[in-house]
């Protein structure tokens, strides 16, 4: 496995005032191969910790079942989702116009996952239900405790780790969901909720 390091700066991008995408400059993108990026923008969102706090509050979260091999399972995790961005709070209706004109590509809708301590997780998985082209931008924001997050080719092989913190940007690029997968593993240190806010676009989006 191999840690991503990145750069560091000065912004404590907890208890600043809420403000959204100023932060670009500080972006860190990796190539992952020919056809499949992803992307670091530490501190991108200032006042991360209200925005989190809202969220928790807020979310109408649920605990979905669904199909695995052959069998039923609890997902290890607590998930919301807004398929219309105007029904979501203002703060991420912020986010979502601002990771638009950055990124280029229309992002009008958005799910939530909580991940309410160390024993929470999701498994090596693409987000092929989110996307409809196999080209497609997905940008993750993180709020709240800072956790692993791994990614590595889909056939296998060797995992790449970063550890965004509370208000970082984690974007996959190009072939990233179907060339390559990734994960939020269980971990055995305790640790805080954390929140990814996860923003997809119709013409990329099926729902499930």
Known sequence: MTDVALPLFADDNETAAPRVGQAFQHA???????????????????????????????SGWTQRRRWMYTRMVTEPRLTAEYRDLST??????????RLTEHYGVL?????????RDHHDSTGWHGDGASTRRRECVVPVLSLGAARPFLIRPTGGGPSMRFRPSSGDLIVMGGRCQSDWRHCV??????????ISVNFAASSQYVPD
């Open 28 to 58: 860190h993108r990796l190539r992952l191969d020919e056809h499949s990026w992803i992307e670091q923008v530490p501190g991108w969102l200032s006042g991360a910790a209200d925005l989190f706090e809202e969220l928790l509050e807020t």
């Open 88 to 97: 979501a709070p203002v703060k991420l209706r912020d986010v979502a116009r």
């Open 107 to 115: 992002y009008d809708r958005l799910w939530l996952n909580l991940y």
């Open 185 to 194: 593993p269980k971990q055995n240190a305790l640790v805080g909720p954390r």
